[in-house]
């Protein structure tokens, strides 16, 4: 089998220049195939990165630094597997780095629930959206569900609009009161849905990376979404998850242990 690596990107030609700048040849240097000229969907449905496949036969690499991406506690994910059981629980993964850590397992105070909901209403019709606004204490965290007419819209491509707003949400809640449990804001089970995805995503990538005994790629993910993958692999010896790069193109990297 001739050696390869498979890059992602937003597009074929930044892929090759990703490709290009990792290998430390020239983007022209390259002998690659376009495997995925990607999609960028509707309104973040759909969308998904190209991927191209580079011929690394007699290209002397060495394997990038990785970092195991942080859990809650500062602790580190090392040694990962393919779990028979597909649940996380949603508060484990949808979170924000700048968001404080939950403390205590009381239930929230109703006026804290009362000003999440009024927040959220007003957010949602100052969008011009209508639709129903459900707040309640769901034990790990407040959930803040929301009905939009215009779901898509709402959410935004791939959840930067909802993720926004839930954080937004978080400040201005306890800008003057002290933290009680994170606010996770929903639309229709979107959240649960992206994570079930992700999970199926990584399920598959572990299996391909024991199969063709390689490390494989996924495409970039954010902190939540990385997490995910993190946490679905996590007890596995048989695979083990890493995370890589910055900013937009940070992703995570499953191995044979």
């Known amino acids: 089998m001739t050696p390869s690596q498979e890059f992602y990107a937003e597009s074929v030609e930044v892929a090759v220049q990703k490709a290009a700048a990792h290998l430390g040849m ?14 960028a969907g509707f309104l973040g449905i759909g969308a998904r990165d190209a991927r191209i496949v580079v011929d690394t036969a007699g290209i002397e690499t060495t394997p990038p630094e990785t970092s195991p991406e942080p859990l809650a506690g500062g602790a580190e994910v090392q040694r990962s597997t393919m779990s028979d059981d597909p649940s996380v629980a949603l508060s484990e993964v949808v979170s924000d780095a700048q968001e404080p850590e939950r403390e205590g397992d009381e239930d929230a105070p109703p006026e804290v629930l009362e000003e999440v909901e009024r927040l959220v209403s007003e957010v949602v019709h100052a969008m011009g959206f209508d639709g129903r606004v459900d707040v309640y204490d769901a034990g790990d965290f407040i959930a803040a569900d929301v009905a939009p007419d215009h779901t898509a819209l709402f959410i935004g491509q791939k959840g930067e609009t909802i993720d926004a707003l839930q954080y937004l949400v978080n400040a201005s809640v306890y800008r003057r009161r002290p933290f009680s449990k994170r606010v996770i804001l929903d639309a229709e089970g979107y959240r649960q849905r992206r994570v079930e995805a992700i999970q199926g995503m990584a399920h598959r990538t572990a299996r391909r ?21 993190h946490l679905f692999l996590r007890d596995n010896p048989k695979v083990t998850t890493a995370s890589e790069g910055s900013g937009e193109n940070r992703r995570v990297r499953v191995s044979p242990a």
């Open 26 to 39: 020239a983007a022209g240097e390259l002998s690659y195939e376009v495997v995925d000229e990607g999609a």
């Open 209 to 229: 990376a024991l199969r063709e005994r390689r490390t494989i790629e996924l495409p970039p993910m954010n902190a939540s979404e990385r997490r995910v993958v």
